[in-house]
């Protein structure tokens, strides 16, 4: 938790914590562009109830919530055994990857995104599975809530 301001995990407002590669880095950059221009809120590094931490949540400008797990190399993505455990948490999920990442081994069930720092475009949509109203508003609030806390973070940073 932050001394200097009390109820506030230090995770709430980590924007680049040094665990990501160039290249994750590089997508996520190029995903939140592109959320951005569809009217999208992104934020980054959002933990979740269950403590596992998406890479990307967005919410629409409906309400609705999507879900973007990034996948830097075959080696993440061959290793990554959790992200199943995010479908319970958006209405749609999507993979995002690199421009040479092999695409064909991502699931047809999912939706895929594929981005560079500069940009991203989706290449297949994922279904829409509507959230429980009780938990799209639970999530919401605690994304309103850890986007809050980072802005006033960053305007002091001390």
């Known amino acids: 938790m932050s001394d200097d301001l009390p109820g506030i995990e230090e995770d709430e407002f980590r924007l680049f914590d040094g665990r990501q590669s160039q290249t ?32 990307i949540i967005a919410l629409g400008p409906k309400g609705e919530i999507a879900v973007l797990e990034i996948k830097s190399s075959l080696v993440d993505y061959k290793t990554d055994s959790k992200w199943e455990e995010y479908l319970d948490f958006c209405d749609r999920f999507y993979f995002a990857v690199p421009p040479e990442f092999p695409r064909e081994i991502i699931p047809a069930e999912v939706g895929l995104v594929v981005a560079d720092r500069y940009g991203a475009e989706i290449l297949r949509e994922g279904p829409v599975t509507p959230l429980a109203p009780a938990r799209r508003k639970k999530l919401t609030l605690h994304a309103a809530r850890v986007s809050a806390r980072r802005v006033i973070r960053f305007l002091d940073p001390e």
Not at 35 to 54: D, H, K, S
């Open 24 to 55: 994750a880095a590089n997508v996520q950059r190029g995903c939140c562009r592109l959320l951005a221009q569809m009217g999208y809120a992104a934020i980054t590094e959002l933990t979740l109830a269950t403590g596992r931490r998406v890479d």
